[in-house]
């Protein structure tokens, strides 16, 4: 009897392609969301704050809460295209004035829910000055630079610029701010000492050790800082005005206190 | 290019100039690490290939934190340099040694490939007839692999054009000093309504990429064709 090996090769390498075929294509279709899953897109500063209301309502409710955190731009914009968020909480009212214009968003369960202030930090211990249009931070900063997110881009930014600017205090120092891509990574700048101030919200400033607050901005210098939190379109069920609802009980309020933010939802 | 406004048409420029000097200034560090790699043997070998691809490896954010922790103004190498005058943090110059870091493991790669394929009995020839070994590599084996070596800059080049994470970790978003074209890009769309910018410096830099690509080929097709007919 014949044996041809080079037959035996190929029909080896068809049966795996085969089992390769049939694993990815499984891999490709499997994850139907479980039916008791609740998806969150969330901005990144919540993090901290959010995960643990998130472990508090699964604990109450009994429902698992998958939150996705990046940059309130990018996860619009992810929702937009088809993103399967249940929830957003946006961390300023643009992002989310576009998904309602849009019809993405269910406008009746929309609802204004933390607030957060805008901080001068520096790296290490620093004296706590008078923040306001008698200050002159340039002479502050000296040789160095001031972090902040992007000025024009980023909501911590956009804050930061309008209260300097209204502060009379922008023009000294435009050309020596460091813009990054989140408002977390100039708090970083600052913690490590490459710049030697910046502007960040009070949550991010009370979370990182390696800085301290020089002072508060004032609520009137700048637009007020709101995160709204909606339900999408077509996407509201029990379960989903269950977990809006939690976001406003009063444990979240604890624990969204406790990180420095403002609870605007009552 | 009339539709690109003024700080969009600052962030090409700024890439560019970035980019250039980043391959430049990598390309002879890169032909000896390369050459080094492919024809050396020395104690701690696989160690330096390592620490030359560790950037293709780690994720670019990581890449652009040690830069910045070590060529900072507080850090080790930066806080030296900085006392001879010296400063990358926050410069055009820590863009283009974030590029330059980024694009080295691709340019030794592709650098070291066609010197392992020169046949050494062709240098071994060269310095039995008395030329010394310097001389040997400047006419025998650069030579040889002058494609590979223009093939290896103009995707150190394109891989510096696209650089993004490092760049942004390590020297921030400032427009016209630091904001290149993919920090543009990015900055764009975090705001609302930013798309139509955006999408004009993804069309400039399609058309760049495609550019330099194709220059590349044709390059690299003389080259070769050169070193045949040779």
Not at chain 1, 12 to 22: A, K, P
Not at chain 1, 63 to 83: D, F, K, M, N, P
Not at chain 2, 57 to 80: K, Q, R, S
Request: charged share 15%; with cysteine; glycine share 10%.
């Amino acid at each position: 009897m014949r044996t041809d090996p080079w037959c035996q090769y190929s029909v080896g390498m068809m049966g795996l392609l085969r089992q390769y075929v049939g694993l990815a294509l499984a891999a490709l279709l499997a994850g139907p969301v479980a039916a008791d899953e609740i998806t969150v897109f969330a901005a990144a500063s919540l993090k901290t704050a959010l995960d643990e209301v998130a472990d508090g309502f699964e604990a109450a409710a009994g429902h698992e809460v998958t939150v996705s955190y990046a940059g309130s731009s990018a996860l619009a914009r992810q929702i937009e295209l088809g993103a399967p968020a249940d929830v957003f909480i946006s961390a300023n009212p643009d992002w989310m004035d576009r998904l309602e214009e849009a019809g993405t968003i269910e406008p009746e369960t929309r609802i204004d829910l933390l607030g957060n202030r805008i901080v001068l930090i520096a790296h290490g211990q620093g004296e706590p000055v008078e923040i306001g249009a008698g200050m002159d931070l340039g002479a502050m900063l000296g040789e160095g630079r001031l972090a902040m997110a992007l000025v024009d881009a980023v909501p911590a930014g956009i804050y930061g610029k309008a209260a300097l600017e209204s502060l009379g205090q922008w023009q000294a120092v435009e050309g020596r701010v460091v813009q990054s891509d989140n408002v977390r990574a100039a708090l970083k700048l600052v913690a490590i000492g490459e710049a030697p101030m910046g502007v960040v919200y009070a949550t991010d400033a009370a979370a990182e050790a390696g800085v301290s607050v020089l002072g508060e901005f004032p609520e009137d210098s700048h637009p007020p800082i709101v995160y709204p939190a909606a339900a999408m379109n077509g996407r509201v069920g029990p379960m989903v005005a269950e977990f809006l609802g939690y976001l406003q009980s009063g444990a979240a309020r604890e624990v969204f206190e406790r990180h420095g933010f403002t609870v605007l939802a009552d | 290019m009339a539709w690109l406004g003024p700080e969009e048409w600052q962030a090409v420029a700024l890439s560019l100039k970035v980019s250039f000097w980043a391959t430049l200034v990598a390309l002879p560090l890169g032909i000896f690490t390369a050459y080094a790699l492919a024809r050396w043997r020395f104690p701690g070998k696989q160690v330096v290939n390592g620490l030359v691809h560790l950037p293709l490896i780690l994720p670019p954010v990581v890449t652009g934190y040690l830069l910045l922790l070590t060529f900072g103004t507080t850090g080790p190498v930066g806080g030296l340099l900085e006392q001879v005058g010296i400063v990358f943090a926050f410069r055009w110059t820590g863009a283009a040694l974030a590029a330059g870091v980024m694009a080295f493991p691709l340019m030794v790669r592709a650098i070291r490939l066609s010197i392992e394929a020169v046949d050494p009995k062709l240098e071994e020839a060269a310095a039995t007839l008395g030329a010394p070994r310097a001389w040997v590599f400047v006419t025998v084996t650069l030579p040889l692999i002058l494609p590979g070596v223009l093939a290896g800059a103009i995707l150190a080049f394109a891989k510096a054009m696209g650089e993004f994470g490092a760049t942004i970790t390590f020297v921030s978003n400032i427009p016209g000093q630091t904001q290149t074209l993919p920090s543009a890009v990015y900055a764009f769309l975090q705001v609302p309504g930013g798309e139509g910018p955006a999408m004009r410096l993804v069309i400039v830099s399609v058309v760049i990429a495609m550019g330099a690509l194709l220059l590349s080929e044709v390059v690299a097709r003389r080259a070769a064709a050169r070193v045949a007919g040779g």
